[in-house]
């Protein structure tokens, strides 16, 4: 079970895993044992969710999230298969985590009239620069 906020968990029903063979180096290791983690999840049959939070990571643009509606997290960083599985389990509540926070309402703002000048004023003297590096006048 995944806990996204007080209101919101996730069940562990919702979330398949398969494990599979790692890719890289590791030697014998990683050729016998399948410690890296798929983890599926599928947004759109998630009972668990609120509509606004599935419309939220439907939106997202990350690589994880499939045209499908179905997010996919690969962990292979450790050669055990509980700690990819719970480094799979951390993305996946960060990644919903990220898309249950609100962003910030952006507030206009208009530039000061000291910030106007000083601009205007880097504009000119750039001007003047340039103009030195023409050729000399005879």
Not at 6 to 18: G, L, R
Not at 23 to 42: E, I, M, R, Y
Not at 105 to 114: G, L, M, N, Q
């Amino acid at each position: 079970m995944i806990e996204i906020s007080p209101s919101i968990t996730i069940p562990a029903q919702e979330i398949e895993m398969q494990f599979i063979r790692a890719q890289g180096s590791g030697g014998q290791h990683v050729n016998k044992t399948s410690t890296a983690v798929h983890l599926f999840f599928d947004i759109h049959a998630s009972k668990a969710l609120p509509d606004y939070l599935k419309q939220r990571l439907l939106k997202l643009r990350d690589h994880r999230l499939s045209p499908s509606g179905k997010i996919i997290i690969k962990s292979q960083d450790s050669r055990s298969q509980e700690m990819n599985r719970q480094t799979a389990l951390q993305q996946l509540q960060e990644l919903i985590q990220k898309a249950n926070q609100k962003p910030k309402r952006r507030i206009a703002t208009k530039p000061t009239k000291a910030s106007k000048r000083r601009r205007v004023d880097a504009k000119t003297q750039k001007g003047q620069v340039k103009k030195l590096r023409g050729k000399p006048t005879m």
